[in-house]
């Protein structure tokens, strides 16, 4: 199988059972504007169910923070968990459309 970086596999089944979260940072730098991500988690199990991006344009003369998205619906995924991730990586190998969306967010 093809390793997908960011995914977290079960030594013997490979398994997909965890992610790695990658978000922007509060920086200054002129190519990319600055952003965080708020995550909303299950109160039981504190497991994500939603993370929302918000970024800020820098060079606007009075920047304020501004919702960009939703995870979940930005990718079209029905949850955020390990096997979604998965299947939406292996769907971004066939799917140009898709993956041109998921490198402008």
Same mark, same amino acid.
């Given at each position: *199988?093809?390793? @997908?970086? $960011?995914?977290?596999? /079960?030594?013997?089944?490979? &398994?997909?059972?965890?992610? *790695?979260?990658? $978000?922007?940072?509060? #920086?200054?730098?002129?190519?990319? !504007? %600055?952003?965080?991500?708020?995550?909303?988690?299950? /109160?039981?199990?504190?497991?994500?169910?939603? /993370? *929302?991006? !918000?970024?800020?344009?820098?060079?606007?003369?009075? %920047?304020?923070? &501004?919702? #960009? !998205?939703? +995870?979940?619906? +930005?990718?079209? @995924?029905? =949850?955020? #968990? %390990?096997?979604?991730?998965? =299947?939406?990586?292996? #769907? +971004?190998?066939?799917?140009?459309?898709?993956?041109? &969306?998921?490198?402008?967010?």
């Amino acid at each position: *199988h093809q390793e @997908i970086e $960011g995914i977290s596999r /079960a030594v013997g089944s490979g &398994k997909p059972i965890g992610m *790695h979260y990658w $978000g922007g940072s509060v #920086s200054t730098w002129y190519q990319v !504007y %600055p952003s965080f991500r708020l995550f909303e988690v299950d /109160a039981e199990t504190m497991v994500p169910v939603r /993370a *929302h991006t !918000y970024s800020m344009n820098i060079s606007e003369e009075n %920047p304020v923070w &501004k919702y #960009s !998205y939703e +995870l979940s619906e +930005l990718l079209n @995924i029905t =949850d955020l #968990s %390990p096997s979604s991730f998965m =299947d939406l990586s292996q #769907s +971004l190998l066939s799917d140009e459309q898709m993956s041109l &969306k998921v490198i402008t967010k």
